[in-house]
């Protein structure tokens, strides 16, 4: 699925985010930065000990925050690490905070020139962040920031799962 947004392409896929040819590719990782399940943990087993080395030296991430790497043995020349929020009820900042992560993890692409980069789902996995607002979250934030900043040409999500895509898709088209 394909939206042009301004000079930018917004699109979903379903597949592996480890395997993207983008310029730079989002960790959702935890606040160590130093690996863990899931999307994380498979960024790391892909890209290398080069990716944990760097991690080790910025100090952890608060939440809603992102940080950058190399991209290690992987496509991607970046690996950006954004921390997004664990669910609790929806009442303690995790709206803000999940918004935060997308924002700053292209805020950080355009200080480093990237004009492609591609998200998984932040939080949605292990932090048990419901999908279907995940989703509305996410690309309406990509999208506000996308008409509002020129630079990134490409804004790729790469869904794991069935469920996952299909939640992204519904707010896909639901998107003005």
Known sequence: MKKQIGN???????GDITQQDTEAIVNAAN???????????????AGGPSI????????????GDAK????????????????????RDGKHREPELLASCYRRSLEIALE??????????????????????????ALSTVANFIRSHDGIELVR????????????????????
């Open 112 to 137: 480093h020139g990237i004009k492609s980069i591609a998200f998984p789902a932040i939080s949605c996995g292990a932090y048990r962040y419901p999908i279907d607002e995940a989703a509305k979250i």
């Open 31 to 45: 606040r160590t930065l130093l690996g863990g399940g899931g999307v994380d943990g498979a960024i790391h087993r």
């Open 68 to 87: 950058i790497t190399t991209g290690g043995n992987l496509k991607a020349k970046w690996v950006i690490h954004a921390v997004g929020p664990v669910y």
């Open 8 to 14: 930018c392409t917004l699109e979903l896929v379903q």
């Open 157 to 176: 999500f790469v869904l794991f799962d069935r469920k996952t895509f299909d939640a992204y898709a519904a707010a896909f088209e639901a998107l003005e």
């Open 52 to 63: 944990l080395e760097e991690c080790r030296k910025l100090g952890g991430c608060e939440t």
